[in-house]
């Protein structure tokens, strides 16, 4: 069970930090990742974090302003944005899989979202 929060909304320029907290433990093969589907896109890739050894990935849209981080004791992913755009509005989802990977199929588990709207 993974729980987002921290969307709202922020002019173009600002930050934004997300927080997904899971219910349960997260084990150290485990990936956690971030979503987000754009307003009548598909579901993209932004960050993704090995939570054993904490190697990250990023979106090259998202890369240098974006960033990935746990905490391991509250089974707690973050992902801090900043100098938010307007074509980062979207609704962001957290997602635990067993995988190293971009693709969302291959996460097991996933949060309800947050909307992140960022005006310009």
């Known amino acids: 069970h993974l729980v987002e929060s921290g969307g709202g909304l922020v002019q173009a320029g600002g930050s934004l930090k997300l927080s997904c907290a899971a219910s349960?433990?997260?084990?150290?093969?485990?990936?956690m990742a971030w979503f987000r589907k754009p307003p009548g896109k598909e579901r993209e890739f932004v960050a993704r974090?090995?939570?054993?050894?904490?190697?990250?990935r990023y979106a090259d849209s998202v890369k240098g302003r974006f960033t990935i981080s746990k905490d391991g004791p509250k089974n707690t992913v973050y992902l801090q944005m900043n100098d938010l755009k307007p074509e980062d509005t979207a609704v962001y989802s957290c997602?635990?899989?067993?995988?190293?990977?971009?693709?969302?199929?291959?996460?097991?588990?996933w949060g309800q979202g947050t909307q992140v709207t960022v005006s310009s």
């Open positions: 349960e433990r997260i084990y150290s093969s485990n990936f």
């Open positions: 974090l090995g939570w054993g050894f904490g190697n990250t």
């Open positions: 997602a635990i899989g067993r995988y190293s990977t971009n693709s969302d199929r291959q996460y097991d588990y």
